[in-house]
């Protein structure tokens, strides 16, 4: 399920299930304002480098690293050293790991299987199209409400491309703000035109609308 926000028991969160300490191994920051396993893209790339480290380090064998993915390079390490065999099928009959790291495996390469043969198991699943944007570069802290508002669109539009941001704030000074597709011209006119002598996320917070009016007539 797609579900960036995801936290499990065990603090492993985002589509990719990173703990803190992985996610810091493998580049994904996290902090006050920003918790980038929540980040599809960033995450992505994180688990691809990291899945990369398990295959090299398991000696090419992705059964092991699938598995040390799921339970931590350390316990399938283990379980190798307790049995005497690098094998995934061994050391799953052995009983020396995790029963969730048993069951996880097998279900890859279940899911591999029924989808390169969907018409055999009764499944006619149509991929969803690529997520498109356009990226904004912000110079400043700004709250996601004024961004939605310079958009033209919701707020919860403006969460959903960013589901890496913690707060209802990008994080202090610039970075990159993800926007709907076709927004980036206009978003960054009206961006232009704030008066830049308070900090943008004040704005709104505070019911100051006044200088924001004169961007946007006929606000309250």
Request: charged fraction near 25%.
């Amino acid at each position: 399920v797609w579900k960036p926000a995801a936290l499990s028991s065990a603090a492993a969160k985002g589509i990719w299930q990173f703990i803190p300490s992985t996610g810091r191994r493998f580049g994904l920051d996290q902090d006050y304002y920003v918790d980038q396993r929540s980040d599809p893209e960033q995450s992505t790339r994180a688990a691809a480098r990291y899945l990369k480290f398990l295959y090299n380090y398991f000696a090419g064998d992705w059964l092991l690293a699938m598995a040390a993915y799921n339970s931590g390079e350390g316990n399938v390490s283990k379980a190798i050293a307790r049995s005497g065999y690098a094998d995934f099928w061994e050391i799953h009959r052995a009983g020396f790991l995790p029963n969730e790291t048993r069951n996880y495996v097998p279900a890859i390469l279940s899911v591999i299987i029924v989808s390169h043969n969907q018409k055999r198991y009764g499944f006619n699943v149509t991929p969803e199209q690529p997520l498109t944007y356009d990226l904004a570069k912000l110079d400043s802290q700004t709250d996601l409400s004024v961004a939605a508002d310079l958009c033209g669109v919701s707020e919860d539009t403006i969460r959903d491309l960013n589901p890496q941001f913690r707060r209802n704030l990008t994080p202090p000074g610039s970075c990159a703000l993800r926007i709907p597709t076709g927004k980036k011209k206009d978003f960054e006119t009206a961006l232009g035109k704030v008066d830049k002598s308070r900090p943008v996320n004040m704005l709104f917070r505070r019911g100051e609308w006044a200088q924001y009016a004169l961007i946007r007539p006929g606000k309250p």
